[in-house]
């Protein structure tokens, strides 16, 4: 495909709705609702295995860095289940590691709010695979998401469709990039002044707000000229 070729009218609409729902969600009063503490939120996938993973890490970087006011909003992906009967033994045993894991947990509820809710009142996103809500915090100014990237990762967002492997968004500085070896000292340095600096200014470079997020109206035009043609 030739440059001239791809035509850009604007960014999905739904964008927008996430936007919105992670800028203006009251986090203090929503806060002053919840137990007390350093909230961790890692929300889930539809990948039982790499779940386990970023929770695994997310857990023993938050027992060693933020200790006893560790809190942690974990949600379950509603598509996390066996699509084929050969897929169940797997699944039932990462759920059962991952029951043992959480035992003991100091955990609160995210069931009310939308992810990108979420995403807004947590006080750190530890979070892989490709989620939308990762666009929509560079878009939203949020500093505070880390972004977990493995070679299991990679091989199953390539499956998934995506070139190469590896989501855009903390490599064009959306998100904190961490793996396995530098884990709980990418989570030190999101959480310090020097990291959510760094992060917003990346943000603002890389993921300028655009004009409108009403953009249906013109995909719908475009998507008319070329039937047209």
């Known amino acids: 495909m030739a440059p001239e070729d791809v035509y850009f009218v604007g960014v999905p609409p739904h964008w927008g709705i996430a936007y919105r729902q992670m800028k203006e969600i009251d986090v203090p009063a929503v806060r002053s609702s919840l137990p007390e503490g350093f909230l961790v939120f890692v929300p889930g996938g539809k990948n039982p295995l790499l779940t386990n993973t970023i929770l695994r890490y997310s857990i023993a970087a938050s027992k060693e860095i933020i200790g006893d006011d560790f809190l942690l909003g974990f949600s379950p992906h509603p598509g996390e289940r066996p699509e084929r009967p050969e897929d169940e033994a797997l699944f039932a045993q990462a759920f059962a590691e991952r029951k043992a894991m959480l035992e003991g947990i100091r955990m609160v509820g995210m069931q009310p709010?939308?992810?990108?809710?979420?995403?807004?009142?947590?006080?750190?996103?530890?979070?892989?695979?490709?989620?939308?809500?990762?666009?929509?915090?560079?878009?939203?100014?949020?500093?505070?998401?880390v972004y977990y990237r493995d070679d299991a990762v990679k091989a199953f967002l390539a499956e998934s469709g995506v070139e190469g492997g590896n989501w855009f968004v903390p490599d064009y500085g959306g998100a904190h990039l961490v793996g396995p070896d530098d884990f709980a000292e990418g989570v030190r340095f999101a959480m310090s002044a020097e990291g959510k600096a760094h992060r917003l200014y990346q943000q603002e470079e890389n993921f300028p707000l655009p004009d409108t997020w009403d953009t249906a109206p013109a995909i719908v035009d475009f998507l008319e000229k070329i039937a047209s043609e």
């Not at 490709?130 to 560079?138: C, K, L, S, V």
């Open 113 to 145: 709010f939308s992810n990108p809710e979420r995403y807004a009142i947590a006080d750190l996103v530890i979070t892989t695979g490709g989620p939308n809500e990762t666009i929509t915090a560079a878009y939203a100014r949020n500093p505070k998401v």
